[in-house]
């Protein structure tokens, strides 16, 4: 088959994507390029392969005093998504301590400790209960943000990206597969600590929106892939941290992440 057919057949099978729950079609085919791009992969537990991310989206406002310390009202207003490149992801292996350059341009850089699930199908148009078929494993992430910046943006009505979507601002942990975790972490606790001191303290079984009914409402604004993440959110007490800080965090089931700004 020539290079024009197999563009075709893509696009064909791009067009002909079925709702639900589905497996992709196939990757596309390895291009001649002028240079390399590094692909972003995270490593999975018990495997010597590794995740290969695609995008990463993530949840504003899906714990209720979160949504009330940011201003809104939760019961007025549903959580929302919004996405950081996929490069923005920063690894660290449990066990370390890893140094994380506080970002350019700030002076108020934020915590936000997070449940990630990860994806190994996705879809259209997802029903909740099929939606967690699509997830592979989960993973603790934080979502780091330059909160000043974001507040900055959202006062002048104008997109967010410079406070959240800059580099390494996603750093996780490994993913753990389903099936190693006994199922999907719907309750637990979620905490982080700075300098040992506890700052966030929570439960997943406060999240407004379940895992399964974040994939269904994605999956109506966007086509899911394998590869995507999906951060689900982070509880109150969100706050700022400088140059010598030492983060802690933890859910219930997975290993501590821990991160030294430097
Ligand atoms: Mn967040």
């Known amino acids: 088959m ?38 972003t992969t995270i490593p999975i537990v018990g495997s010597d392969q590794r995740f290969p991310v695609r995008r990463i989206y ?20 549903p959580p929302f998504f919004f996405q950081k490149p996929s490069d923005a992801i920063q690894n660290v292996a449990p066990g370390t301590v890893a140094d994380h350059a506080y970002p350019t341009l700030t002076k108020n850089y934020h915590y936000e400790c997070e449940l990630v699930a990860a994806l190994h199908k996705g879809g259209r148009d997802i029903a909740p209960e099929q939606a967690l078929d699509c997830v592979f494993g989960y993973a603790i992430g934080l979502d780091m943000t330059r909160r000043d910046l974001q507040r900055g943006m959202g006062d002048q009505k104008k997109p967010w990206e410079i406070g959240k979507s800059f580099d390494h601002s996603a750093p996780i942990g490994p993913i753990h597969p389903v099936a190693r975790l006994g199922g999907h972490p719907a309750k637990g606790s979620i905490w982080l600590k700075v300098n040992g001191q506890t700052k966030q303290d929570a439960d997943l079984s406060q999240m407004i929106w379940s895992v399964a009914e974040q994939i269904a409402q994605l999956s109506r604004a966007f086509e899911l892939q394998p590869g995507d993440l999906i951060y689900s959110g982070t509880p109150e007490n969100v706050g700022p941290v400088v140059r010598g800080d030492v ?14 700004i430097v």
């Open 58 to 77: 993530c949840i504003g406002r899906n714990y209720a005093a979160h949504a009330r310390e940011m201003g809104s009202d939760p019961t007025r207003e």
């Open 247 to 260: 983060i802690d965090c933890h859910i219930d089931g997975l290993p501590n992440l821990g991160l030294k």
């Open 2 to 39: 020539d290079r024009r057919s197999l563009l075709h057949t893509s696009a064909a099978m791009a067009a002909g994507a079925v709702s639900g729950c589905a497996l992709p079609g196939q990757a596309q085919s390895s291009a001649k390029t002028p240079f390399e791009v590094a692909a």
